[in-house]
């Protein structure tokens, strides 16, 4: 995985870790792959220790609606986590890293997810992360959309709420 301009599949990769935690090293190691990151090292329980406990802070930041607040916590995993950009050719394609060589996977995704996330609310909008409107849902989705009006984690939450509505308001009118 590449970090695009705007940080858009780390983005989406923290929001599907945090949604559905990986528990084992392997899963961790799995999903990874899936999100297209070429692992260089194999992956141990410290980097499942170290991935949840991004995750955690990540959350923070999903979670706060004020956005200097919001940025406040992202410059913290950033100043914790990133090092200076460098070029590299590793995987085939020349890219940029903000990150050191030879880290551990916790490390390695610490800095993705981090730096994706400031790329991603700094080139799209600072509003553009946050929970489903579901609230039994409650997924945390990064909005990629063109309007950036996006209230819900998928098509099927969309409608499930849309239902809700029409019988509610079916109900208030006594139909
Ligand atoms: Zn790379
Ligand atoms: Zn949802």
Redesign the pocket.
């Known amino acids: 995985m590449h970090l695009n301009p705007y940080g858009e599949d780390a983005v989406k990769l923290a929001a599907d870790l945090a949604n559905r935690r990986p528990t084992t090293p392997a899963e961790l190691a799995g999903r990874c792959r899936e999100a297209g990151m070429v692992l260089e090292r194999p992956v141990t329980p410290d980097d499942l220790v170290r991935v949840h406990a991004v995750l955690d802070a990540w959350e923070k930041v999903v979670d706060t609606g004020d956005e200097h607040e919001r940025a406040t916590l992202v410059n913290r995993m950033l100043a914790e986590s990133a090092a200076y950009p460098r070029m590299t050719d590793h995987a085939g394609d020349w890219h940029l890293h903000y990150r050191d060589d030879r880290q551990p996977l916790g490390a390695v995704l610490f800095a993705l997810i981090s730096v994706g996330t400031a790329l991603h609310l700094v080139g799209r909008g600072m509003h553009r992360l946050r929970r489903?409107a579901?609230g039994e849902?409650a997924?945390i989705f990064a909005d990629t959309s063109r309007t950036g009006r996006q209230r819900?984690?998928?098509p099927r939450?969309a409608n499930r709420d849309a239902v809700r509505r029409h019988r509610a308001s079916r109900t208030a009118s006594g139909t």
């Open positions: 489903c579901v849902c997924a819900y984690c998928s939450c």
